[in-house]
């Protein structure tokens, strides 16, 4: 049986995601500082060429919604994202999203439309589960704003794009930046690969958004813009191999005295499994693999089980030859947001065009 903490880790990085001296400033975090400070003069230059115009943004004839972070790892991005691209498309507008399309095995240079029956592997989990959920144009591409144009020359009808992270993709310039946080909050407060910050922490932004039992690391990175909040929810789980739906409680009671198991391959394993055992789930058993995992192989035959929880996203990558398909149930993932936070984002929006943007190519 696998242990309930791969053993390769330090309880920190397992419980966090992060090595244990990203949370705090030990001695391994000292001596990769001077690196932080050239990874940081770095991007400030990089930073200061787009706005004096050294280099060019590009941008594009309709509004762009950027959710990133400023730290490594997922903290939430992609389904604010979804939310969103849903709330906006329950209000009239048609969205666009683009992607980098993270784990993808070819990243090549062309943008590429991800089709609900996609290949996660070529075009990543994270823009795969979009397109499904959000039932709306997605593409990726290794430049956003190369698939921004792809996105527009072949969906006339979009006249809003979200980009699923990219914050700091400077070259496609953007109208609204939220930044998502969680729980960890800016860990030891350096920047990579001394700490976990990609930017300096108090960066500006045009909202601040993360789950409310983070309001501490919220007020930290407010400087004074708003901020907001939002709750992961476990909504209905579905078996992999039948498509049966059930609620959580339904499953819990279905295999009361069970042994169950969970296992996650996203940017915070600990969060998913934590929210499970919230609910109500005994998990002798958790397997954390690295986010955006590939499940080339079975990672799931050594796990002696019942029932084994998994998310959405790793749903999309498991193959019909792994072994007890039947015993694998994907848990939907929720996402209640402040409910101040859609008017807010709606006033900084133009009015909705009542025609096509017809973008065409420079």
Known sequence: MIPQ??????AGQAASGWPAWWLQRRWQAWLLLPLSGLFGALAALRRLAYQHGWRQAWRAPLPVIVVGNVT??????????????????????????VSRGHGREDMGHEPLQVEPDADPATTGDEPLLLRRLAACPVWVGRRREAAA????????????????????HLALARDVELVVTDLRGPGNGWLLPAGPLREPWNRPRDATLGPSS?????????????????????????????????????FLLR????????AAGIGHPEQFFDMLRLAGATLPTTLALPDHHSFDTDPFRQIEAAALLITEKDALK???????????????????????????LLARLPARPDRP???TPA
Do not use: Y
Not at 5 to 10: D, E, G, I
Not at 76 to 82: I, R, W
């Open 255 to 262: 295999h009361a005295g069970q042994a169950l198991a969970a």
């Open 72 to 97: 490594v790892g997922g903290t939430g991005k992609t389904p604010l994202v979804l939310a969103i691209a849903q709330h906006l498309s329950r209000l009239g507008w048609k969205p666009g999203i």
């Open 214 to 250: 983070s309001l501490a690391s919220l007020a930290s990175a407010s400087l004074a813009t708003p901020c907001f909040v939002f709750d992961r929810k476990l909504g209905m789980v579905r078996q992999l191999a039948t498509g049966e739906r059930l609620s959580l409680n339904a």
């Open 357 to 359: 943007h017809g973008f």
């Open 5 to 10: 903490r791969p053993s390769a880790r330090t």
């Open 318 to 344: 498991c193959k019909p030859s792994f072994s007890r398909l039947d015993r694998l149930w994907a848990v939907e993932l929720l996402l209640e947001v402040d409910p101040a936070f859609f008017p807010w």
């Open 149 to 168: 144009q792809a996105l527009l020359r072949a969906h006339p009808e979009v006249d809003v794009l979200l980009s699923d992270d990219g914050l700091q």
